[in-house]
């Protein structure tokens, strides 16, 4: 700006104000002064009053004014253009203000179709009432998703939840408005219910068998939308409603096919007359929550935006549909992480206090960008023998925050670590993650889908009470109901049959082949067997504070408080040698820095978790040690091939020249990592091949090598040669993925592409892996506990996959490795479907992922490896001779 127009630019903003500016928006939405002043609540003479002294400030005329309407001018319609986004910048700054002057503020005002209300906005309502006491909440239903987004625009709502119903195998840009932002919440497929007999092989329909006969059409079903898209026109004998309610009604009585969404479905029942189908190709409705820009910010829209994206809708049991859905909620599981819990009035943990932690004040958080600059090996840490000596007890720092014990109900990788301590399951899992007995001393497998399970005679609950064969089956069954155990159901849904052979004898019987099923009878897995009579006891809600957790291990849990601490005491009942460790808390502490002010103050004696970004201070700790291991985790690019440029293969390419994976390693990760050539990690091949041997076969897959000249190369013969702009979600947990992102991004800019890294919630990054969403460069970050090399190719190349990628070739070799026996061939068809999408450039390996966990210094840990914490760890825990 020059210097001699500052005056008059300083004049102008003086001259403005919010309530002005409202005003001009009301009267260019409404058409007259008469109609804002109604819609703002205010008489015709002080709407009018405000206009015309906001004129003479400015000096130039705002509204032109006939006898019946009211319109902006040019003038005019630039400031209302510009209201919306700064009302919700004053909104932002008032509520920040209200938070540092301890005044409790939060308002959230959602707009929405009445399609999203009850299925998306009545239950988010309930949750951030739940979160925000005191929190302020307004629906506006409107016609449809326009009207929506017309008063997010308007700043006369916060946030639009909004449908739209797309063909699930269609090609999308990614479509954003001006000074918005858009959050992909879920997709649900549509489904037909129809009584007409027409094939539907496999479970799905084309709809375009059902044309010639009449629909059920209107609002609340999606039945117009299939129509236009196979070409169909109106009927004269159609039917034609504004509910779904009542088009699922109508269907029932053979009164039309319709179309509606799963979880329109959800809780009724209908007739075995009635087909429920899939349709092919199949098409999705998607859900979505758009802000301004600047509301964004706001604390309590920031907390419902979150809200939403977490929740996930009760669908329908269509068994076409289950298997893929079950395949992402087990995904979504693994990263399901509490945020810190709000503070209240009397809470107390048995953690230091604030005072004391502030007298270490002077140890400083080390951020995931400063730490690129590090790239020092760690120091070589080492334990000494063990003594021999009792411990009487051991605090453990978790860095996430539990509501449920129940690894069913709560299933991320930290529940099972927790669970883990009090359950056993069938099986347990060594440090080389192999299969040792647990509650069965041992088993058999005579066929390819049968499992014989003899239970051990000394296994006994913590009540005393000994474990029978009727206890085994039930805690199986309850594990594969996906009402009582959401987080554990996907592992179980092979399974057939589930039956009592003998007094002491389980015999489990597959739907067919599965060469990964046996080590899921291991709390790694699916198994954390309970007393069927504590269950019915409490109503199957146990892991909560009144139920805790029953099991069979070598520690009870005797406290819960969730979202703070978890106590258990040592038992003898267990049929194993009684531990060390006489007792161990388990501290919830998500804020990295004040668990690492604990530590220094000498609180803390195991912590998991360390973030790279800390570890160095971690490291010089007098009180602690930091151990590394690889974790069986895998970090990725992949591309949505559905959404373009990215269903260009040349795209792809250039990405994939883009990254500099040893750079990641040696910068970002300080070395605590690996540069991956697959989507396997070495340790995954583990009952094959010696360390060395499996990265030398995963190298030979086929690999884009880090080459900004070949880069520039792909994309000049691409769709998009001079480039485009694209926005990449990295989550707030994982700061070395942000980190990566905007390395990457350097290098994408050298060659014409802008890559936009934002971090959001985990909730909000975890919807955006839906390939319904509208991401098309996306980064994967996954934690296997099991280390099966077949889980997380499974999960990105078969059905159902984030990248939306379709490959017959590769759906026949993954179904060929799920029942392949053999090992080392079972590994072979793998590396095979993993070089053919290689050569598609559908996911690019960045790295394999080191976990490090801090021990104190005097504390030793015998067998620490990747399966360390998936079976009773505490058992391997020692006093050293430091």
Not at 44 to 65: M, N, S
Not at 253 to 272: C, K, Q, T, W
Not at 445 to 461: G, H, K, M, N
Not at 570 to 599: C, H, M, Y
Request: hydrophobic share 45%; with cysteine.
């Amino acid at each position: 700006m020059d210097e001699v127009d500052a005056p008059e630019v300083d004049a102008l903003t003086r001259a403005l104000d919010v309530h002005s500016l409202r005003i001009l928006v009301a009267i260019d939405q409404e058409g007259s002064i008469s109609a804002a002043a109604r819609s703002l609540g205010y008489t015709q003479p002080t709407i009018t009053q405000h206009v015309q002294r906001l004129e003479a400030r400015l000096g130039a005329a705002l509204v032109a004014r006939t006898a019946r309407a009211a319109t902006l001018t040019p003038v005019g319609d630039l400031l209302a253009r510009h209201a919306p986004r700064i009302d919700a910048s004053l909104t932002a700054a008032a509520t920040e203000l209200a938070r540092v002057l301890g005044r409790r503020a939060g308002v959230v005002r959602f707009a929405a179709p009445v399609e999203s209300v009850a299925h998306v906005i009545a239950p988010t309502i309930a949750r951030l009432a739940a979160e925000i006491p005191g929190i302020e909440v307004s629906v506006h239903e409107t016609a449809d998703a326009e009207k929506a987004l017309e008063m997010v625009h308007g700043g006369r709502a916060d946030i639009a939840v909004t449908i739209d119903v797309t063909a699930a195998n269609g090609r999308r840009t990614s479509a954003r408005r001006n000074g918005t932002r858009t959050t992909f919440l879920f997709a649900e497929e549509i489904v037909v219910l129809t009584a007409a007999e027409v094939d539907a092989p496999g479970g799905r329909l084309d709809a375009g068998l059902l044309a010639a006969l009449p629909w059920i059409r209107g609002r609340g079903t999606c039945s117009d939308v299939v129509a236009a898209m196979i070409g169909r026109a109106d009927r004269a004998d159609d039917l034609v409603v504004s509910r779904p309610d009542a088009a699922i009604a109508l269907a029932a009585h053979g009164a039309g096919s319709a179309f509606v969404a799963e979880s329109d479905l959800a809780g009724i029942s209908l007739p075995a007359s009635l087909r429920t189908l899939g349709i092919a190709p199949s098409f999705t409705r998607r859900m979505s929550a758009t802000t301004l820009l600047e509301a964004a910010s706001i604390p309590a829209v920031a907390a419902a935006v979150r809200t939403l994206a977490a929740h996930r809708p009760t669908r329908a049991e269509v068994e076409v549909l289950l298997d893929a859905r079950r395949r992402s909620e087990n995904h979504r599981s693994r990263f399901r992480t509490a945020h810190a819990p709000l503070p209240e009035e009397g809470h107390t943990m048995p953690f230091p206090s604030t005072a004391r932690l502030a007298k270490a004040a002077t140890v400083a958080t080390a951020g995931a960008l400063l730490l690129a600059a590090c790239s020092s090996p760690a120091p070589e840490t080492s334990t000494g023998p063990d003594t021999g000596a009792e411990i009487d007890h051991v605090t453990v720092a978790l860095p996430g925050s539990l509501s449920s014990l129940y690894v069913g109900q709560e299933a991320g990788i930290l529940n099972y670590y927790i669970a883990s301590i009090a359950q056993e399951g069938l099986v347990s899992i060594d440090a080389q993650g192999r299969i040792q007995p647990g509650i069965a001393e041992s088993w058999e497998q005579p066929d390819d889908v049968t499992y014989v399970y003899e239970l051990r005679d000394d296994a006994v609950f913590q009540d005393g009470t000994p474990v029978t064969a009727d206890d085994v089956v039930f805690s199986l069954e309850q594990a594969r109901d996906e009402t009582s155990s959401p987080g554990l159901a996907y592992y179980l849904t092979n399974v057939d049959t589930i039956e009592k052979t003998g007094d002491a004898e389980v015999t489990i019987t597959l739907s067919e082949p599965d060469a990964a099923f046996a080590a899921n009878m291991s709390t790694g897995g699916a198994a954390f067997i309970t007393s069927k009579a504590f269950w019915e006891e409490h109503d199957g809600t146990v892991g909560t504070a009144d139920a805790l957790l029953l099991g069979t291990g070598p520690y009870q849990v005797t406290e819960f408080a969730p979202d703070s601490h978890v106590t258990f005491e040592r038992v003898d009942t267990w049929w194993g040698e009684l531990p060390k460790v006489k007792e161990i808390t388990v501290n919830f502490v998500p804020d990295e820095s004040t668990r690492l002010l604990a530590a220094q103050s000498g609180d803390v004696d195991v912590a998991f978790n360390v973030p790279l970004a800390q570890s160095q201070q971690w490291e010089n700790l007098d009180t602690m040690r930091v151990d590394y291991v690889n974790d069986l985790s895998y970090v990725g690019l992949y591309f949505n091939t559905s959404i373009a440029p990215f269903d260009d293969p040349k795209v792809r390419e250039a990405f994939a020249h883009a990254v500099d994976r040893d750079a990641y390693v040696e910068k970002l990760l300080r070395g605590h990592g690996e540069a991956a050539t697959a989507i396997m990690t070495p340790e995954s091949l583990g009952k094959v091949y010696d360390a060395d041997a499996a990265r030398d076969l995963l190298a030979e897959i086929p690999q884009w090598d880090f080459d900004l000249d070949a880069a520039k190369a792909a994309l000049a013969d691409s769709s998009v040669p001079d480039g485009f702009d694209v926005e990449i979600l990295t989550p707030n947990t994982g700061p070395q993925l942000g980190t990566a992102a905007q390395a990457l991004a350097q290098n994408l800019a050298e060659i014409g592409i802008t890559l936009n890294v934002r971090e959001v919630p985990i909730e909000e990054w975890l919807a955006s892996l839906d390939a319904s969403s509208d991401h098309g460069a996306n980064l994967m970050w996954y934690f296997s506990t099991l280390g099966d090399p077949a889980e997380v190719p499974s999960y990105l190349l078969g059905a159902g996959n984030p990248a939306a990628y379709d490959n017959p070739e590769i759906l026949d070799l993954l179904a060929q490795a799920g029942a392949e026996a053999d090992p080392a061939a079972r590994v072979d068809l793998l590396v095979q479907a993993e070089s053919l999408q290689a050569e598609d450039a559908i996911n690019i390996p960045l790295w394999w992922g080191q976990s490090a966990t801090a021990f104190a210094k005097d504390l030793g840990m015998t067998d620490y490896s990747s399966f360390a914490f998936i079976s009773s760890w505490p058992t391997q825990l020692y006093r050293t001779g430091q």
